[in-house]
């Protein structure tokens, strides 16, 4: 299977089989995320690897109980991480300017790109890989259960493991919902019923639909999923993570 078959097939897997992973081929996964970009080669990044079952029963609530957490053999946490480029920098005598909104999203970015590399290296080697939204959410208590200095913040993480089963695949958005040529092209209502029409009929979202007493799909995102308020309660506690941990020192 080549690559491209690799990203094309990406199926997100929540049931793991047993076995393990071993430290040749992990390894082999996380150098496929040091190569990946950063932002000036700066790799202000960092990952953090959980494969013992009693570490990872205690982070369990953390990610609201989803059991790939502890079934998968390998556990995953990719950090904002300037602590260890500022260290560097003081030790240097040099001055990290590094407390600012800008340098947390540049870490931010340089911790998603080398999670993706893991993820398609893991699947390329015959692993299915999960991600978990829930790490950013709860990144004040997974600073403390991890003991996190200043300059770090858990952005996202990923099981890893062997797919006790292959779910089918989930469906996408056509290219014309998603991509723009030269400039943004703004919908029109028509097309955007045309983008979701497809979404919005599928078997699954009309059981979705019935399931959960909506009128439509985008109620169940707005209303059942991903609330305002919510959102809001969640944006407080990570503007709380970002002052605590020294990436808001300087209010424009």
């Known amino acids: 299977m080549n690559i491209l078959d690799t990203i094309y097939q990406h199926r997100s897997i929540r049931k793991f089989s047993d076995k ?7 390894e082999k996964i996380l150098n496929a995320g040091f190569r990946g970009s950063t932002t000036g ?16 029963e205690a982070i369990l609530p953390f990610h609201f109980g989803q059991k790939m957490v502890v079934e998968a053999p390998v556990f995953l946490t990719f950090n904002a991480d300037f ?6 920098c003081e030790q240097r005598n040099a001055t990290p300017g590094y407390d600012n909104l800008l340098s947390f ?10 999670a993706q590399n893991v993820a398609v290296a893991a699947e390329a080697l015959g692993l299915g890989i999960c991600y ?19 300059g770090v913040v858990p952005i996202t993480s990923i099981a890893i493991g062997y797919p006790l089963e292959i779910p ?10 998603i991509v723009h040529y030269e400039k943004y092209h703004q919908y029109s209502s028509t097309e955007i019923d045309a ?7 599928l078997e699954t979202t009309l059981k979705l639909i019935n399931e959960n007493g909506t009128e439509n799909l985008a109620q169940i995102f707005t209303q059942k999923r991903y ?3 919510t959102n809001v309660e969640f944006s407080k506690r990570i503007l709380a993570v970002l002052e605590k941990q020294g990436f808001m020192n300087h209010q424009l």
Do not use: C, H
């Not at 089918?168 to 919902?177: I, K, T, W």
């Not at 983008?195 to 009929?201: G, R, V």
């Open 20 to 26: 393990p992973v071993d430290d040749q081929i992990l």
């Open 41 to 56: 080669n700066m790799q202000v990044y960092s990952i953090i690897v959980n494969r013992d079952k009693k570490k990872l």
């Open 83 to 88: 602590n260890r480029f500022n260290t560097w």
């Open 105 to 114: 999203l540049t870490a931010a970015i340089d911790a998603i790109i080398a």
């Open 132 to 150: 978990l939204g829930t790490t950013l959410y709860n990144a004040d208590k997974l600073i403390e259960f991890y003991e996190m200095p200043k």
């Open 168 to 177: 089918e695949l989930v469906d996408r958005l056509p290219a014309n919902g």
């Open 195 to 201: 983008i979701y029409n497809e979404k919005e009929n």
């Open 227 to 229: 609330t305002k308020e």
